[in-house]
């Protein structure tokens, strides 16, 4: 099997490490708009094959994974559809809701699978707390609460084509919140914050923001975020239910210091980042597209899921930006 990766930054390198490493991929073809940055990572990871888009598509690939800046993601869909090939993309798909539903038509149109890359669906605290929700355990839920907390913010020069808190970030949980209940979102009430640099400001963004979400079925559910969760890298995803409660995300790395005495809890060095709490959901996500590829298996996420997770992350901004209860019809256009 032979495929393609776009893009070589700090995700795609971890990508091409992990497609590299899985018996099935024979060939593993890099390419990056910096052409000399896809040949110096393919000779750090002993890769043979490296290039422009161009010639990563005329090489045939049975797969491509997008890995590439995020404006470049659309553009890159469409030539993969339009050679006939299955595509792995990160979000976003598009920059805005219009621009994605047009790739995910393009895509259908074409008749190619599509899998975009969220990774926590992946990741088996997740995927346990949905077996266990699913199979009756916590009783009926009432509550969910989902945080996406970073240790420090990205380079200025990111934040204004990165879409905003709420799209960048707590599209996440929003799509984990949609994936482990099985329920959609009906309407949000949202808020943000700055007390930290200049620069999210004079972007129209927040370093900070919350969220309150009514499910279709009136379960509550509660978003944070923020840019300067110094303590480290915190993702945690709590269901309350009328029986029992499970975590996601609360193991011995958590950085949870306890303000009562006596306590220790936790005893390991907090996450530094995304790459090295989700290492096995983005391998666990990887081996899956190889099944797509070789027609084995359906997409297990669709650019449809992108596409709900992405309405309420709309919701979400437009709650904040006018101070009111936004629900998921008025972003449906």
Request: hydrophobic letters at 45%; aromatic letters at 6%.
């Amino acid at each position: 099997m032979k495929v393609g990766l776009v893009g070589v930054g700090r995700i795609g390198a971890l990508h091409a490490e992990t497609l590299r490493d899985l018996p099935e991929v024979e060939t593993l073809f890099l390419a990056d708009a910096d052409v000399a940055r896809a040949r110096d990572t393919a000779d750090k990871l002993g890769i043979s094959s490296s290039g422009s888009v161009a010639e990563l598509l005329a090489s045939r690939p049975d797969g491509i994974v997008i890995a590439a800046a995020t404006t470049a993601h659309a553009e890159l869909v469409h030539l993969a559809a339009d050679a006939g090939v299955a595509v792995f993309c990160e979000k976003p798909l598009a920059s805005d809701v219009a621009g994605t539903r047009e790739v995910i038509a393009h895509v259908a149109a074409a008749g190619v699978p599509l899998q975009m890359g969220f990774q926590r669906r992946f990741d088996p605290g997740y995927q346990a707390a949905r077996a266990r929700l699913q199979a009756g355990e916590l009783g009926w839920l009432h509550s969910v609460w989902a945080c996406t907390l970073d240790p420090a913010p990205p380079h200025a020069s990111y934040i204004p084509t990165s879409g905003g808190l709420f799209r960048d970030c707590s599209v996440h949980d929003i799509d984990a919140i949609r994936w482990v209940t099985g329920r959609e979102v009906a309407e949000v009430r949202a808020t943000g914050a700055n007390k930290g640099a200049d620069f999210f400001a004079a972007a129209g963004d927040v370093d900070t923001a919350h969220a309150l979400l009514t499910l279709d079925d009136g379960t509550l559910a509660a978003l944070a975020a923020t840019r300067y969760n110094g303590a480290g890298y915190d993702v945690r995803l709590e269901l309350h239910g009328s029986r029992r409660t499970f975590v996601v995300g609360l193991d011995d790395r958590a950085p949870l210091a306890s303000a009562e005495a006596g306590v220790t809890w936790p005893t390991e060095p907090s996450y530094a980042n995304f790459a090295e709490r989700f290492r096995s959901a983005y391998a666990a996500e990887l081996r899956a597209f190889v099944d797509v590829m070789a027609g084995r298996t359906p997409s297990p996420c669709s650019g449809e899921d992108a596409l709900e997770a992405l309405y309420v992350a709309e919701a979400c901004e437009l709650s904040r930006r006018e101070s009111r209860t936004v629900r998921i019809e008025e972003v449906r256009r």
